[in-house]
């Protein structure tokens, strides 16, 4: 019995889930037939079905950039699609995705259904076309900086440290507002080479790039704000809310790990 026991957990999980991804691929498929573009997904969730049942935590990491990379290369002579459902992930990994898309020859847009935060965000803004649902949201971009042992904190918060200690800070303090300083410039640096030539005028007049670039950046705002498509929209960001309902349909097949809302389909 326990053998039997164990054999179901590993493989009834796994039958599962090459049952939805069959059904995933074959969404995927249509989709591209209706919206003409050759469809990527980055889903990053915990589902319910995953090896021994076990939930996992996902984010952009090199691996993501990996497979993104090779899949841009290998429809180079294609428009694409990108499908973003995202807490954000390694700074690293979303600059090298973002750039890649960037300077892809034919059209890309990058569709938000629920959320792309962070290195998300940085993605999103390397696309020559943002599409969110209305109720969708992206957030800041200002890198996050620390350790395993103290955390990871918004790069503007050390250096605000650093500068109101003064000579009292700690030497760790001093170290993480020199990183911080040096992630900052990076970011900006890529936020405005993303955002080059994309800034649409907003109730009359028209942002700068540069403010557009200190807003997302700057840490005005806490890390986890979420920018609604109007909010993205007034700040100068040129969004879409004419959003396919059928991206909707095909997120219904990612299954959640909690079960508190429930209702009558």
Same mark, same amino acid.
Request: charged share 25%; no cysteine; proline share 5%.
């Given at each position: 019995?326990?053998?039997f ?5 590993i ?30 997904? &980055?889903?990053?969730?915990?589902? +319910?079905i /995953? ?11 090199? $691996? #993501? ?16 699609e990108l499908?973003l ?9 979303s600059?090298?995705i ?5 300077n892809?020859?034919k ?7 629920h ?6 965000t ?6 020559d076309?943002i ?10 971009i ?6 395993? &042992?103290?955390?990871?904190?918004? +790069?503007? /918060?050390?250096?605000?440290a ?7 800070? $700690? #030497? ?10 040096k ?10 080479e993303?955002?080059?030539?994309k800034?649409?005028?907003v ?5 700068s ?6 807003k997302?950046?700057?840490g005005?705002?806490i ?7 109007a909010?993205a929209?007034?700040?100068?960001l040129?969004v ?11 997120m ?6 909690k ?7």
């Amino acid at each position: 019995m326990f053998v039997f026991l164990f054999l179901y957990a590993i493989i009834y999980p796994q039958s599962q889930l090459k049952k939805i991804r069959m059904q995933r691929m074959a969404k995927l498929k249509a989709m591209e037939r209706r919206h003409g573009y050759k469809v990527l997904t &980055m889903i990053h969730r915990r589902e +319910a079905i /995953s090896f021994f049942g076990l939930p996992a935590y996902q984010f952009i990491d090199e $691996e #993501d950039a990996e497979q993104i990379l090779r899949w841009i290369r290998k429809y180079r002579n294609y428009p694409l699609e990108l499908i973003l459902h995202t807490p954000g992930g390694q700074l690293h990994a979303s600059i090298q995705i973002a750039r890649a898309l960037k300077n892809h020859p034919k059209k890309t847009r990058v569709l938000i259904p629920h959320y792309s935060m962070s290195g998300g965000t940085i993605i999103a803004l390397a696309a020559d076309e943002i599409v969110m649902d209305k109720d969708a949201v992206i957030g800041p971009i200002d890198p996050q900086v620390g350790d395993l &042992m103290r955390g990871l904190f918004p +790069a503007p /918060s050390w250096i605000y440290a650093a500068e109101m200690k003064k000579e009292n800070a $700690e #030497d760790v303090t001093l170290v993480m507002s020199d990183i911080s300083r040096k992630a900052l410039k990076l970011t900006r640096n890529v936020a405005m080479e993303l955002l080059e030539g994309k800034i649409i005028p907003v109730s009359g007049r028209e942002n700068s790039l540069d403010e557009i670039v200190e807003k997302l950046v700057s840490g005005e705002m806490i890390h986890s704000t979420p920018l609604s498509a109007a909010e993205a929209k007034e700040i100068g960001l040129s969004v879409s809310t004419d959003f396919p309902e059928d991206v909707h349909e095909f997120m219904k097949l990612f299954r959640p790990v909690k079960r508190n809302v429930e209702y009558v389909e």
